[in-house]
Structures are given as structure tokens and as C-alpha cells.
């Protein structure tokens, strides 16, 4: 049988108990997409609000190493410079609805001998992550949201690329170094090595694994501990350890088709092929509305994954949808570092 769409004579296999045989779903559980581990859910009442945006300076002040400007002498006024206060400024997110919907029609429905209705949402809920992570992608690879400083063009600043590193050049030690670096200056030492997560796509993922820099360390047990900044080996990804020189890695291997339905399908992966990006990610999946917190990217959530059904019988016909009304935001620009070039 040719790929074909769904209709009133083409959903059920004219052989008894052979259905359940012969279905193969692509659809994966949403929980599974790896977005949820270096993103965070905000939930919100309302579409439109503001998030407070606090520099972090003044945390960290210190003019002088004795700390002149701080001593209260006996008998004296205590200090007051009249310039303690911290900076803030209110930022805006607006949701967007996406509905993801699909049509069957009653005999479709009827005579099918798999569950049509509940394939059909779960694959339109795996379009819904799908499409989340690209609204991630766009956020957390445009170099404009980041501070000048906090893009790193991997090839200008160490002379090449990951994927042509050797343990002389190290240059994907030193550049995760200095991006970590980086932030641990902009955020005055409040999100530490701990708290980093170094994300990518596979092209990456593969290039790294293919480097000397990496295949020489992993010659040797020692080298295998040393490049992952722990005592006992786990499983990799591409090739990539779950930790690469003590950064946990996440490979992000989500899938998107380009191409119209019926055109020669062309997939190709949500993450660019030449970038990466490491930003911190402490705390759970969810957050809170107004709470601090130095997770580098938000998606600001006021609906979530709504799966609906509606029965039309004048037409005849079910009608399903995913729904979702997110926005996501680079909250925390200070706490992440954009790769670039890493590899050619």
C-alpha cells in the first residue's frame, strides 16, 4: 500500500487482528524532548506582562582591598555614599497561540483498527515540541539578544575550529573555559561550572567526537575522566560524554520537515550545524513568576500543551488540536555565552 492520507476506505486492514501489527508510530512523548533541560517553564495568568531584569553590580562592588569605603569608625557617622542601589528595568514577553490540528472523518475514525484519534494527537503534540524548539533555537542563536562581549567567534579568537582541535590548540577546553569564565564575571560568581549546561545539535556533537582533541584524550581510561571533570564513565551522545571537561552536555537531536506534503520530503535538524551555546540551567523544569532565578532561557507558558477534540456530526467529522500560547525569552543574556564557527 502506497503513503496515502487518511480516508473512509483506506484506515483498516480487511484481515482480521492484523491491524495492530502493521501500525509504526513515529510519535514520540513530548516529555522525551531534550528543550526541557536547558530551558525553563514560566507559567503565566496573562500574555502580556514583564519580567524584572536586575544588574547584577552592585551585589559585588568592592573599590578597595581593605575595604576602606565600608569601615564605620567609633563615634563617626556610619558610611553613606548615597549610591547603594541596584539598578532594574521591567522587560515585556507576549505569548502567541499555535494550534497544531488535524480532520478525520466519522468512517475514517470508525473503521480504523488502530487508535486514529489519539495517533493523530500524539503526533500533533510532537509537532508542538518541535515547533518549541525552534522558537528556542531562534532565541538562544541570535547573537543580537547576547551582550557584544558574551559571543565568542570560536575560529577568529583560537585560530580554528573544534573539529580540527588537537591537544596542542585544546580549543574546545579553552574556549568552554573562557565562556564559563564570562559568565561567572557577569554574574559576580552567582552562577558557578555547576550550574552550565553546553548545548548543541548533532552536526556538532559529531564534530567534536571526531576531533583529535577529543579521540586522543579518549585513548587512555584517564583522559576519558579528565575530559568528562568526572571519576566514572557514562554514556555518550554522538560520541560527546554526558560531561565534556566537566560541562553537562546536551545534544538536541530534534528533527523538522521543510517541505510541503506531498513534495519530496526534505528533514533537516532544529539546531544550527556551527554553533552551541553555554548557559546556566539550575533548578527544575518549571519556575515561578517572580521569583529570581539565573536560568538563561524562559519560555513563558500561559497555555501548555492543551490537547482538545470536537465532534462535528453535521459534517460528520472529529476535528483535534495541540495548543499551546508560549513566548521565549533570553532572560538572563549575562548567563549564557554563544559559540560560533565551532566547527567549518
Not at 507559567?43 to 536586575?54: F, N
Not at 556533537?205 to 579518549?218: F, G, H, N, R, Y
Amino acid at each position: 500500500m502506497a503513503v496515502a492520507l487518511p480516508s473512509q476506505s483506506n484506515t483498516y486492514v480487511p484481515v482480521p487482528l492484523a491491524g495492530d501489527k502493521l501500525l509504526v508510530d513515529f510519535a514520540r512523548d513530548p516529555k522525551r524532548f531534550k528543550v526541557a533541560r536547558y530551558t525553563q517553564v514560566i507559567p503565566v495568568e496573562k500574555d502580556t506582562g514583564y519580567y524584572l531584569h536586575l544588574t547584577p553590580d552592585e551585589a559585588g562592588r568592592i573599590l578597595s582591598t581593605n575595604l576602606s569605603e565600608f569601615v564605620w569608625y567609633d563615634g563617626a557617622d556610619a558610611p553613606r555614599a548615597h549610591a547603594g542601589t541596584q539598578e532594574f528595568e521591567f522587560l515585556a514577553y507576549r505569548t502567541v497561540r499555535y494550534a497544531y490540528e488535524f480532520t478525520l472523518g466519522h468512517k475514517a475514525v470508525e473503521q480504523a483498527t488502530w487508535e486514529i484519534v489519539a495517533r493523530h494527537a500524539a503526533a500533533k503534540a510532537q509537532q508542538a515540541m518541535t515547533a518549541r524548539t525552534q522558537l528556542v533555537a531562534n532565541v538562544l542563536f541570535d547573537a543580537n539578544n547576547y551582550p557584544a562581549s558574551n559571543v565568542i567567534n570560536v575560529n577568529s579568537t583560537y585560530s580554528g575550529y573544534w573539529s580540527t582541535s588537537d591537544l596542542t590548540a585544546k580549543r574546545i577546553l579553552k574556549s568552554l573555559n573562557d565562556a564559563a569564565d564570562k559568565i561567572l564575571d557577569a554574574t559576580l560568581g552567582m552562577v558557578t561550572k555547576d550550574d552550565l549546561v553546553l548545548v548543541m545539535g548533532t552536526a556538532v556533537a559529531k564534530a567534536i567526537a571526531q576531533s583529535t582533541e577529543v579521540v586522543e584524550m579518549l585513548k587512555y581510561q584517564a583522559g576519558w575522566d579528565y575530559l568528562q571533570g568526572a571519576t566514572k564513565r557514562s554514556n555518550v551522545s554522538y560520541g560527546v560524554p554526558d560531561q565534556l571537561y566537566g560541562f553537562d552536555v546536551v545534544v538536541d537531536e530534534t528533527r523538522k520537515v521543510t517541505t510541503k506534503k506531498g513534495a519530496t520530503t526534505s528533514v533537516s535538524g532544529v539546531l544550527p550545524a556551527t554553533s552551541a551555546v553555554l548557559l546556566a540551567r539550575p533548578g527544575g523544569m518549571e519556575g515561578a513568576a517572580g521569583v529570581v532565578n539565573f536560568s538563561a532561557c524562559c519560555v513563558f507558558a500561559k497555555e501548555e500543551m492543551t490537547v482538545e477534540q470536537k465532534d462535528d456530526p453535521d459534517n460528520r467529522r472529529i476535528n483535534g488540536r495541540v495548543v499551546e500560547d508560549i513566548d521565549v525569552r533570553l532572560v538572563a543574556p549575562a548567563a549564557a555565552v554563544l559559540l560560533t564557527n565551532v566547527i567549518a
